[in-house]
Antibody, heavy 118, light 113 residues
Framework: EVHLVESGGGLVQPGRSLRLSCAAS????????MHWVRQAPGMGLEWVSG????????DYADSVKGRFTISRDNAKNSLYLQMNSLRAEDMAFYYC???????????WGQGTLVIVSS | DIVMTQSPDSLAVSLGERATIKCKSS????????????LAWYQQKPGQPPKLLIY???SRESGVPDRFSGSGSGTDFTLTISSLQAEDVAVYYC?????????FGQGTKLEIK
């Protein structure tokens, strides 16, 4: 069974950094692209970043480009999101999702909450 | 970037009746290389992550009840629930998933009338 478990969320001051992790299990991790999607409380879904199986193709939403860095460690079946220069508008639940080039985002984690506040 | 726009923003339908949600993309998501529309639909219930319902605009994900169906091509798409059940109360999102962007619609909240 596919499992995605995010961690690393919490309270952080504006301008500071945070690193999120996503532990994957139940599938061959390096067969798939992975993504981060966020959702501010009570709001809609916003795609943040995606990375292909071998880290050879990486994409970012304009809203986080230059501040966030996605990475993965296939040996550890893990996905990461390094978030720098955090802003109030980055406050959200952050989900990791498995991306299939044909089927969309077919599995999602439960999310981790990032609160940006002084 | 491709902008996805859903209508309506909210919808109230009686149990057993049909629910229809529209999604429009700012440019075509039909790719000539394989004649596929890179359009997905997701269901999100309160306190849960989204769940994939439909991919390629009209292909139902495994385990999704057949009362859910998707249609459309190019820039205009529809999600239809043929006979609304109480467990279908949720927010529904469309998404185009052809890299380098994977934009979502703003969501449609579906409730029971």
């Amino acid at each position: 069974e596919v499992h995605l478990v995010e961690s690393g969320g919490g309270l952080v001051q504006p301008g500071r950094s945070l690193r999120l992790s996503c532990a994957a299990s139940g599938f061959t991790f390096d067969d798939y692209a992975m993504h981060w999607v966020r959702q501010a409380p009570g709001m809609g879904l916003e795609w943040v970043s995606g990375i292909n199986w071998n880290s050879g193709r990486i994409d970012y939403a304009d809203s986080v480009k230059g501040r966030f860095t996605i990475s993965r460690d296939n040996a550890k079946n893990s996905l990461y999101l390094q978030m720098n220069s955090l802003r109030a508008e980055d406050m959200a639940f952050y989900y990791c999702a498995r991306g299939d080039v044909d089927y969309g985002f077919d599995y999602w984690g439960q999310g981790t909450l990032v609160i940006v506040s002084s | 970037d491709i902008v996805m726009t859903q209508s309506p923003d909210s919808l109230a339908v009686s149990l057993g009746e049909r629910a229809t949600i529209k999604c429009k993309s700012s440019q075509s998501v039909l790719y000539s290389s394989n004649d596929k529309n890179y359009l997905a639909w997701y269901q999100q219930k309160p306190g849960q992550p989204p769940k994939l319902l439909i991919y390629w605009a009209s292909s139902r994900e495994s385990g999704v009840p057949d009362r859910f169906s998707g249609s459309g091509s190019g820039t205009d798409f529809t999600l239809t629930i043929s006979s609304l059940q109480a467990e279908d109360v949720a927010v529904y999102y469309c998404q185009q998933y052809y890299r380098p962007s994977y934009s979502f619609g703003q969501g449609t909240k579906l409730e029971i009338k």
